[in-house]
Antibody
Framework: EVQLVESGGGLVQPGGSLRLSCAASGFTFSDYWMHWVRQSPGQGLVWVSRISSDGGTAKYADSVKGRLAISRDNAKKTLDLQINSLRAEDTAVYYC????????????WGKGTTVTVSS | SYVLTQPPSVSVAPGQTARISCGEDNIGSKSVHWYQQKPGQAPVVVVFADSDRPSGIPERFSGSNSGNTATLTINRVEAGDEADYYCQVWDRDSDQWVFGGGTKLAVL
């Protein structure tokens, strides 16, 4: 079964850091570009970051550039997102998603991990 | 930056047709994807590349894209279709993935 499972969320104080992880299974992870998408409480989906299949190219939303770092380990089939200088507005459910091969949509999503930034 | 405009809500009676729009200048030149999200669940793609339907998605779901508007059409709406729907594109100029603000579909 094709599956993505996120972990690493939790309650963090403003200014802190957090590393989210996404474990992939059921498909050849190294063949696919991967994304992080977040959703603040009661709000819509917001694209955060994307990384190429070999990890060589990363792209970030303008709103988070400089504070986030996406990475992957194809041997371990994991995708990570490092978030620094956390702010209240980073409070959200963070989803990892697979980009469908040959198009630009996201065909497989994890259930998400929740990050809460609060003192 | 590229902004996709969706109506906040659409209401339709069971058995009728729901149409959800996604607007932006010259969106017809881009590939538009549509996601369904039910409360507490992750999004699921229901239409990709303007009008393609993933396996397992009912034929009642279809998409079109031309000019400044893309449209998700749901025929013979059922109570189970009640959800939030999001359009999404990849903006080549900025190399960013963009979601619309979402539309809440209410089945009366």
């Amino acid at each position: 079964e094709v599956q993505l499972v996120e972990s690493g969320g939790g309650l963090v104080q403003p200014g802190g850091s957090l590393r989210l992880s996404c474990a992939a299974s059921g498909f050849t992870f190294s063949d696919y570009w991967m994304h992080w998408v977040r959703q603040s409480p009661g709000q819509g989906l917001v694209w955060v970051s994307r990384i190429s299949s070999d990890g060589g190219t990363a792209k970030y939303a303008d709103s988070v550039k400089g504070r986030l770092a996406i990475s992957r380990d194809n041997a371990k089939k994991t995708l990570d997102l490092q978030i620094n200088s956390l702010r209240a507005e980073d409070t959200a459910v963070y989803y990892c998603a697979r980009e469908r091969w040959g198009t630009t949509d996201m065909d497989v999503w994890g259930k998400g991990t929740t990050v809460t930034v609060s003192s | 930056s590229y902004v996709l405009t969706q109506p906040p809500s659409v209401s339709v009676a069971p058995g009728q047709t729901a149409r959800i729009s996604c607007g932006e200048d010259n969106i017809g030149s881009k590939s538009v994807h549509w996601y369904q999200q039910k409360p507490g669940q992750a999004p699921v793609v229901v239409v990709f590349a303007d009008s393609d339907r993933p396996s397992g998605i009912p034929e009642r779901f279809s998409g079109s894209n031309s000019g400044n508007t893309a449209t998700l059409t749901i025929n013979r709406v059922e109570a189970g279709d009640e959800a939030d729907y999001y359009c999404q594109v990849w903006d080549r100029d900025s190399d960013q993935w963009v979601f619309g603000g979402g539309t809440k579909l209410a089945v009366l």
